[in-house]
């Protein structure tokens, strides 16, 4: 059975603050997907990492794709009350097969 | 932008009783799937489908669930007699056909079984 460990699964920090959030595995993913979820709607995305070493940024969001592609993480540089919200990772498994295996989540909050 | 509607976005149903959540895909999405989410729990994935009919599905999807495409726009999850267990959000996801593109979602159903 495939996993995904997401920690921390809490963060509290003050608003300028950094922030890394992690998803590990001992399996390969084809691919892997950070969304984030607002209370009461679905996940959102907010970027794929295919590639091996991938490194993607948005903003002040960056999002890293191990090189064995079985880990990715994601960085947010000085944050800001508006990224308050739950960040959940999701990884396709390296197959024939396109379901998402899903971290458990990081409730993140940032304080004014 | 297109997007994945559910409807009910709550839906309070008897135990036992036969319940079945609607979701309209992104219209030119061919891959279609159902994941549920039980409150403080991961997302479980329960069933993937293409090309009119079921190409995955997990331990969680038993005899009680089932789906169905029945007019090319709607894409259905049926669960026969509910029980308490099953009282969890029900995400609905499409996908195009190209590999490694993203699924997108709907805001889900969340379901109570009384």
């Known amino acids: 059975t495939q996993l995904l460990e997401q920690s921390p699964q809490f963060l509290s920090i003050q608003e300028g603050e950094n922030l890394t959030v992690y998803c590990n595995s001992s399996?390969?993913?084809?691919?892997l997907q950070w969304y984030r979820q607002e209370p009461g709607e679905g996940p959102v995305l907010l970027v794929t990492?295919?590639?091996g070493g991938e490194v993607k940024k948005l903003k002040r969001l960056t999002f890293q794709f191990g090189d064995a592609r079985k880990d990715s993480s994601l960085h947010i540089t000085a944050a800001q009350p508006g990224d308050t919200g739950l960040y959940l990772c999701?990884?396709?498994?390296?197959?024939?097969?396109?379901?998402?295996?899903w971290g458990l989540g990081t409730s993140l909050a940032v304080n004014p | 932008e297109p997007e994945v509607t559910q409807t009910p976005s709550h839906q309070v149903t008897q135990m036992g009783q036969e319940v079945i959540l609607r979701c309209v895909p992104i219209?030119?999405?061919?891959?279609f799937y159902w994941y549920r989410q039980i409150l403080g729990q991961k997302v479980e994935f329960l069933v993937s489908?293409?090309?009119?009919?079921?190409?995955?599905k997990s331990e969680i999807f038993d005899d009680q669930f089932s789906v169905e495409r029945p007019d090319g726009s709607n894409f259905t999850l049926k669960i026969r007699s509910t029980k308490l267990e099953d009282s969890a959000m029900y995400f609905c996801?499409?996908?195009?056909?190209?590999?490694?593109?993203?699924?997108?979602f709907g805001d889900g159903t969340r379901l109570s079984i009384l």
């Open positions: 999701a990884g396709v498994s390296a197959g024939n097969n396109r379901k998402l295996i």
């Open positions: 399996s390969v993913f084809s691919s």
């Open positions: 990492v295919v590639t």
């Open positions: 219209s030119n999405h061919l891959y």
């Open positions: 489908f293409y090309n009119n009919e079921i190409s995955e």
């Open positions: 996801a499409s996908q195009t056909g190209v590999w490694n593109q993203p699924q997108h």
